[in-house]
């Protein structure tokens, strides 16, 4: 169980540095963008999308690295109170994981699949003169990134499961 959450561990980490590199890359995108706009008043239409494709990007690929890091959003009323205990919280995140974000994860990939797949077969493109083609690229993001956040849920789930079987022998 330890060597499967560790590898998907250190998929997720590699995911996240990949979107360290995107992070720094729309920055002098939107920079360059922003000066030949008001510097030289010329704009892309391209250029723009391309901000808003990487930053897509950025979002759905780095969620399973920030899940990793436990740098997602929660509700930390119950789990951060003086009650609760790192066996109590392996738990939650134990049936967290198991009922609500593997179904939520199954369910994106399952419906974002025909959306992607009908994209990808009319060659969906920007409908803006000037825009990017290829659409269904930005659009296959969304259940990769899912099958990444589930991995790492997976992880997640093991090394829970892990602690809470340590405890108990």
Known sequence: ??????????????????????????????????????????????????????FAVIFLMGAAYTFKHDDHVRLDLLYQSRFMNDYRRAWINLIGGIFMLLPFC???????????SLSFTSMEGSPDPGGLPYRWLLKAVIPAGFVLLALQGLGDILKNLGHILGDKA
């Not at 060597?3 to 995108?29: A, P, T, Y």
């Not at 199954?106 to 992607?116: E, G, N, S």
């Open 1 to 54: 169980m330890t060597k499967l959450s560790q590898r998907i561990n250190i998929c997720s980490e590699w995911s996240g540095k990949f979107v360290s590199w995107l992070v720094l890359v729309l920055v002098l995108l939107v920079s360059y963008d922003v000066s030949m706009r008001y510097l030289f008043s010329s704009g892309s239409i391209a250029l723009q999308e391309m901000e808003w494709h990487i």
């Open 106 to 116: 199954v369910l994106i990939i399952y419906c974002a699949w025909p959306f992607v």
